[in-house]
């Protein structure tokens, strides 16, 4: 018996064999659950529909704490309404969602959201990524990616390494990132805002790390073709540097002001909208926007706050 534990299906098999279990001081499994985004963050928006993912993933990030739940999970959300989540001595968001998960301790961490990829609406489909060079994290994406498939029958674009602050400051190796569907697409668009397909992501999450835990591997299956291409687009990641246009700039009164629109397009982290006068950046919440001549323009003292300038 001792000789079938893995390490993380380690509280899973100290519960079969009736000792103590040391995760999370509790002798259940316990997962993480981090519905992206969250009040004055939306994130992106249904091409159609004009949803929000923030909504989405919550509704989705519900049902999935409901399953676990009965299924005899410990749950941590790391929100559970429109808002964003805080932790004390945290007032980013993200990092907030890590310090969640820390005090958590628990043996798995998802991080929900919807995808974007605006130069091609017709791409659809679940992506999931991982930690870099984390064998708990590629194998859970692995597990979470084939029961989306098995489940949903949605295309599957594949699991992919990539640097989420979520991912790279977890202190649980077993964090995934899991962008359900596209924004961009009308499709899956119109899907995540059903029921029936937010509850069956959720029975996909759920079986997928049932599985996970029960130390049973995934088997993989090619993604569709033109996946890692699209998960380097996203991730900006390309093989050759790109060309990256210097934002414009506007000095008024000794202080200087960057275009916004200009900023958007340097980097996918950093995709902002507006609402009022305050930009909404996705790493450092709302910055005042200020507009000159109909362009949005942001004091660069403030971004650089937040925000690596070029
Ligand atoms: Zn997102």
């Known amino acids: ?22 995760a999370g001081g509790s002798d259940r499994p316990a997962v993480v659950v981090d519905p992206g985004h969250g009040g004055p963050h939306p994130g992106a928006v249904g091409v159609a529909s004009r949803r929000p993912e923030a909504q989405n993933v919550l509704a989705i990030g519900l049902y999935l704490r409901d399953l676990l739940e009965e299924a005899g999970y410990r749950v941590v959300l790391t929100r559970s309404g429109d808002y964003l989540p805080t932790a004390p001595g945290h007032p980013d968001q993200l990092d907030a969602r890590v310090a969640i998960a820390r005090e958590a301790a628990a043996d798995i961490f998802v991080s929900l959201h919807n995808n974007a990829y605006p130069r091609d609406p ?50 649980l190796p077993a964090a995934v990132l899991v962008e359900i569907g596209f924004l961009t697409s009308a499709a899956d668009d119109w899907l995540l805002g059903t029921d029936a397909y937010r509850r069956q992501v959720a029975v996909a999450l759920h079986r997928g790390i049932e599985r996970y835990l029960g130390g049973i591997p995934a088997v993989s299956e090619p993604p569709e073709a033109d996946s890692t291409a699209i998960a380097r687009a996203i991730l900006k990641t390309p093989p050759e540097p790109r060309k990256i246009p210097e934002p414009r700039r506007l000095e008024i009164g000794g202080r200087i002001l960057v275009n916004a629109r200009d900023l958007a397009r340097l980097d996918r982290e950093m995709i902002l909208s507006l609402e009022g006068k305050l930009l909404l950046v996705p790493d450092g919440g709302p910055i005042p926007a200020v507009m000159v001549d109909g362009e949005v323009y942001v004091l660069a003292a403030l971004l650089e706050q937040r925000l690596p300038l070029p």
Not at 6 to 18: H, I, K, P, Y
């Open 122 to 171: 017709s791409v659809r489909g679940n992506m999931v990524f991982h930690r870099t060079a984390c064998p708990d994290s590629r194998e859970l994406a692995r597990t979470l990616a084939e029961a989306l498939r098995q489940v949903t029958g949605q295309p599957d674009r594949g699991v992919h390494p990539a640097g989420f602050r979520v991912l790279r400051l977890n202190p």
């Open 1 to 22: 018996m001792v000789v079938l534990i893995w390490l993380r299906g380690l509280v899973v098999a100290m519960v079969l064999l009736g000792l103590p279990a040391g």
